[in-house]
Nanobody, 124 residues
Framework: QAQLVESGGGLAQAGGSLRLSCVAS????????MAWFRQAPGKEREFVAA????????YYADSVKGRFTISRDNVKNTVYLQMNSLKPEDTAVYYC?????????????????WGKGTQVTVSS
């Protein structure tokens, strides 16, 4: 089994930045595609960003494209989400998720394991 632990969430002002980290343990990290999702109160969990096993391909939701950057360090078993130009509508619990194998998917149903989430709150 794989375990994921997110960190780096907190309170930021609109226009500010936060960097989320997700540390993986258990099964081999470098073989897995990884992704970030988020869930705002009263809303469904939605895709934010994804990265393939080697880090060469990245994918973003339109709402964060140009502002967020996903990256990974397979030596440190860590995936990151750099969030810049934050907006109040980015407020949500952010979840790290992984999928066995290198194929990237952008749906919650396609992920095999999840972290418990970290809260991001952006004030206007």
């Amino acid at each position: 089994q794989a375990q994921l632990v997110e960190s780096g969430g907190g309170l930021a002002q609109a226009g500010g930045s936060l960097r989320l980290s997700c540390v993986a343990s258990g099964r081999t990290f470098s073989n897995n595609a990884m992704a970030w999702f988020r869930q705002a109160p009263g809303k469904e969990r939605e895709f934010v960003a994804a990265i393939n096993w080697g880090g060469s391909n990245t994918y973003y939701a339109d709402s964060v494209k140009g502002r967020f950057t996903i990256s990974r360090d397979n030596v440190k078993n860590t995936v990151y989400l750099q969030m810049n130009s934050l907006k109040p509508e980015d407020t949500a619990v952010y979840y790290c998720a992984g999928r066995w194998g290198g194929v990237v998917v952008t749906t919650t149903g396609g992920m095999n394991f999840w972290g418990k989430g970290t809260q991001v709150t952006v004030s206007s």
